[in-house]
């Protein structure tokens, strides 16, 4: 071949190399459309876990205990998801929510609106009963002690969130500071996930102390350095996470429901996988006259008159 | 008409050269570009396809969890706002629509064309008839569970639009980088162009012969100021025309001027290869224009001395000429070329083989062959015939050598010698004629007394014997036979001039008459037939008038003899040339003529043709005495001249003829010259 040829062939190449299309295309009509319709979701009992984490965290939390309670009772169970504290509240109070879990606080609401408690968690701590924990940054050096905190900015879960807030609250009230003392006092924004939203709010800065529910930091492990990090004090301790039934809700259910819940013993591996994920050591009975003290409290606190919820 | 690739000026070549290097730099640059930048932007938006419904599946969980239709059509809303994204849309676990951003109503062909490849996205290529879109179908995942898809379509026909724009971006600028590639260009065109005409009308100036233009330019200072040099013999000192490395030093131009590297001068005045070019022209054009000044005045050296060689060569009347080894004539002079009635152009080139008759030719070639062999000059008589008549050359060849001693040619000269061998013949004759006369005359004198005696007896004897007796008769043929004789012993004494003469003043024509009156009617008997055509002039000379009418009878019977009794005609002409004082008579035959093997040899004594007894040889001999005693000359020619005849009414006759012709002077002194014959029309 000439050398001529041999020059024509190395400049057409990249011309000749780079024709053409190499997928193929699936036609697909656009024109043909009509609106979608939700099916309608079968009939079932629905389930609800208090907002104070994401969605998902919720989902993923009580997924197996559903799962389990809805083979050991043959009770189709579903599971719902309120953006808020108050809405959860509303729910329950419209009936649209069958079972809930939520804090002792939320309880006391509810229990007004006729919701009656059937049981209560063990904590993780292995107690039936949590407090509230106030943080600030280790390398603060302005705050070593409650009264440290007086005009410092202050961010809470939720005026709904008992551990999150209203322990955090007594106590200090308890320390003789006062809402006003503070020079500023926000809520953690947006839906769920707001216990993680304090301790990341006080690790970034953005406010000088926090207050969470006990257990949270441990939620946050791996994810941020806890070491910077620091517990400024703990409020006393107050009954734990309760379940209650909305009012007029049946019974029986109910009944078949506080069994399979209370059959669950953590030193079972199949049980403590269940109890572990919900982040419980156990379910035991419960009573309303067990929350009398968190109603004390709300007294004290001249809570009342609480909104609920962020909005 | 496209004109041929190299018939294009320099210019256009340079600005057509860069525009092809920048096209097929550019073109195949902004094509590969262009395509990948196409398949870069395919895979960015694959990725970001990917991510943004990644994006999408794991925001949405949250919402879908809470059934938030709200939140979820604003995600897919919000996506919707990006522009080459064509849709969003949320199918839940059974594969449901939860929300859309189409309007008018959900595709239904849509929601079944693609979906999650298990845990992950998955992409799909749609044709939707009016665009092409990237189908992304991640998998809303909770906790590992399914709960849905979240779908994107991104328009992949806007995004190779994207890259369509870039490609023509990328063409747009390679352009305007070839426009501007072009401007600098063509002013470097211009400039290398410019001086490359420069350097082309320079070399059509030294073609035409002008060598004083310049092509290099000058420079700002010379060397000898720059180095501050007092070298005034130096040829490159003061000289701002021309670089000191070309002019001073031309011996070095072998190394180059690498031994003027480190010279400030080299360093300040060195130029680039054109400036080179054109310094190196110049001292070109110098030193062609001296060697020329020196070539003119050889050539003219050369000129003047051909110019005299020439002359000298033209002026002589010797045929000179100058051979080359192949006998080939090299150069020839003017009385050569005249001989031949050629130039010498015509001349020079040929052979002796090509300008002189064939056997004269060869013979010459031949010659000139044995002087070339044998290197040896030669040195010989040659005759030639021209116009009718024996020409004859000494011809001298000497041979030309070179400096190696062989021969090359040979230069030959020939010197006309008719004339010389004319007085040789003549000498001759005349000493053959006087030995012979005084013979004669002395075997006449001794016989004609003895004759006299015997004619006398004779005579005698008859008176004394009877008349018609035998012995009378015996005495009478003693008597005529005696007679004989004492006319034989008369011409003999003629001939020998021992006889007197008695010359007048005669009428030239009447001697004429008289002669041919006396053998008219004897010739008649014989049918020859004599016409005249005389002089009406009547021109007299001053001779014997009986001697002469011998001479005429003596011709006018020698011509009658001539016609070996077949008749003929005879004709006597006479013309008087009164300028050249003489007088010319023609007796002329119509025979067969003279045989050239005789025709030398007729005036000799006793030279004749005829049977023994009929002729004694001494008629024409005799005659050319009584003429040339007369101081006139005798000659004859045979064939008679052409048209010699024509004014006879002899048509018929063939034979050649022969002519004698005598000129005799006017009176008795000598003349010399001649001229032309006087015609008869003149006075």
């Known amino acids: 071949m000439r050398r ?64 389990y309670i809805g083979r050991a009772t043959a009770v189709p169970l579903r599971q719902v998801f309120p953006d808020t504290f108050e809405e959860h509240v509303r729910m329950v109070e419209r009936g649209e929510i069958d079972i809930s879990f939520s804090n002792p606080f939320a ?43 007086r005009g410092k900015r202050w961010m809470a879960v939720d005026q709904s969130s008992a551990g999150g807030y209203i322990y955090a609250l007594g106590e ?34 953005a406010c000088d102390i926090g207050s969470v529910r006990d257990g949270t930091l441990e939620i946050l492990r791996g994810r941020i350095d806890l070491s910077q990090i620091r517990i400024l004090a703990e409020s006393k301790s107050y009954p734990g996470w309760v379940y209650c039934a909305r009012a007029g809700f049946s019974p029986e259910i109910v009944e078949k429901i506080a069994r399979a819940m209370f059959a669950l013993r953590y030193d079972r591996p199949d049980d403590a996988a269940i109890l572990s994920a919900a982040g419980m050591r156990g379910i035991i009975p419960a009573v309303d006259a067990d929350y009398d003290s968190v109603r004390r409290l709300a007294e004290k606190l001249g809570l009342d008159a609480l909104p609920g919820g962020e909005e | 008409m496209i004109p041929r690739l190299s018939a294009l000026s320099f210019r256009t070549k340079i600005n057509c050269g860069i525009v092809l290097i920048v096209g097929l730099i550019a073109i195949p640059l902004a094509y590969l570009t262009w395509r990948a930048a196409a398949e870069s932007l395919q895979t960015e938006t694959r990725k970001r396809g990917l991510v943004l419904s990644d994006n999408l599946a794991m925001r949405v969980s949250d919402a879908m969890l809470s059934m938030d239709l709200l939140r979820m059509k604003n995600m897919v809303d919000e996506l919707k706002k990006v522009d080459d994204i064509s849709y969003a849309f949320i199918l839940d676990r059974q594969g449901s629509v939860l929300v859309h951003t189409f309007s008018g109503g959900f595709p239904v062909e849509l929601a079944e064309v ?151 001068v080299y360093r300040e005045q060195k130029g680039d290869e054109i400036q080179d070019l054109a310094e190196t022209f110049d001292v070109m054009a110098v030193s062609l224009k001296t060697h020329l000044d020196e070539l003119r005045r050889a050539e003219r050296v050369l000129s003047r001395q051909e110019r005299l060689l020439r002359t000298i060569l033209d002026a002589t009347p010797d045929l000179v000429c100058l051979v080359d080894e192949n006998a080939r004539y090299l150069a020839v002079n003017r009385a050569f070329a005249n001989f031949l009635g050629l130039t010498s152009e015509e001349i020079v080139g040929t052979s002796d083989r090509d300008v002189f008759p064939e056997d004269e030719g060869q013979a010459m070639h031949e010659e000139n062959s044995r002087v070339l062999a044998a290197g040896r000059p030669s040195d010989r008589e040659v005759r030639l015939r021209r116009g009718g008549s024996p020409v004859w050359f000494h011809v ?109 003043e005669m009428c030239f024509n009447n001697s004429l008459m008289e002669a041919i009156t006396l053998v008219r009617h004897a010739l008649s008997l014989e049918k020859v037939v004599i016409a005249t055509d005389l002089d009406e002039r009547m021109p007299i000379i001053y001779g014997d008038p009986e001697k002469l009418k011998q001479v005429w009878i003596n011709l006018l019977s020698n011509a009658s003899d001539a016609l070996e009794g077949r008749g003929g005609t005879l004709l006597v002409r006479s013309r008087l040339f009164a300028h050249e004082q003489k007088v010319t008579a023609w007796f002329a035959d119509d025979g067969p003529g003279i045989s050239p093997d005789n025709l030398g040899r007729v005036f000799d004594p006793f030279f004749t043709t005829k049977p023994v007894g009929q002729g004694t040889g001494l008629g024409l001999s005799v005659s050319f005495g009584i003429i040339k005693d007369h101081g006139g ?37 000598e003349t010399i010259g001649g001229g032309h014959p006087a015609h008869a029309t003149e006075a």
């Open chain 2, 633 to 669: 000359s005798i000659r004859v020619e045979t064939p008679a001249p052409e048209g010699f005849f024509d004014a006879l009414d002899d048509p018929g006759n063939d034979r050649p003829g022969t002519v004698f012709v005598i000129d005799l002077p006017l009176d008795h002194e």
């Open chain 1, 172 to 205: 200090f009230f308890d320390n003789g500071i006062r809402r006003s003392d503070f020079a500023e006092i926000t809520f953690a924004p947006g839906p769920g996930g707001k216990q993680e939203k304090v301790v990341l709010a006080v690790f970034a800065g």
């Open chain 2, 114 to 264: 693609n979906a999650p490849d298990g845990p992950k996205p998955h992409i799909r290529l749609l044709d939707t008839g009016r665009e092409f879109i990237d189908d992304f179908a991640a998998p809303v995942t909770i906790v590992g569970t399914p709960f849905g898809t979240a779908r994107i379509g991104l328009s992949r026909t806007k995004a190779e639009a994207a890259a369509d724009r870039l490609a023509l971006m990328i063409v747009f600028y390679s352009a305007a980088a070839m426009v501007a590639a072009l401007a600098p260009s063509t002013l470097f065109a211009r400039r290398v162009t410019e001086r490359i005409n420069r350097l082309k009308r320079h070399a059509e100036e030294v073609v035409r012969g002008n060598l004083d233009p310049r092509a290099g330019p000058d420079a700002a200072r010379s060397c000898s100021v720059m180095l501050d040099c007092d070298k005034t013999r130096c040829p490159a000192y003061g000289d701002n025309r021309r670089r000191c490395w070309l002019t001073a030093s031309p011996d070095q131009r072998g190394e180059g001027p690498e031994s003027c590297r480190d010279c400030p």
């Open chain 1, 107 to 149: 309880y006391i609401r509810m229990a007004a609106a006729g919701a009656w408690a059937f049981a209560r968690i063990i904590e993780p701590s292995g107690k039936p009963d949590f407090r509230s924990q106030i943080i600030c940054r280790r390398d603060n050096k302005a705050i070593n002690t409650l009264a440290d905190c």
């Open chain 2, 396 to 504: 001298v060849r000497v041979p030309v050598v070179d400096g190696s001693g062989r021969v090359i040619g040979l230069l030959r000269t020939a010197r006309d010698v008719t004339q010389l061998k004319q007085f040789q013949e003549q000498l001759i004759q005349s000493q053959k004629m006087e030995s012979l006369g005084k013979l004669a005359g002395g075997v006449a004198h001794e016989i004609n007394t003895p004759l006299g005696v015997i004619l006398g007896y004779s005579q005698l004897l008859q008176e004394d014997v009877p008349g018609g007796s035998q012995i009378q008769a015996d005495l009478q043929t003693i008597e005529k036979q005696a007679k004989v004789c004492r006319k034989i012993v008369a011409d003999l004494l003629g001939f020998s001039r021992q006889a007197e003469s008695a010359k007048i």
């Open chain 1, 4 to 67: 001529r040829d041999v020059l024509l062939a190395g400049l057409c190449l990249p011309f000749l190399a780079a024709c053409g299309r190499d997928e193929d295309a699936v036609r697909v009509d656009l024109t043909r459309r009509e609106e979608p319709v939700l099916r309608q979701l079968p009939r079932a009992v629905t389930y609800a876990y208090l907002p104070q984490y994401a969605h998902t965290v919720s989902y993923e939390r009580h997924r197996l205990l559903l799962d």
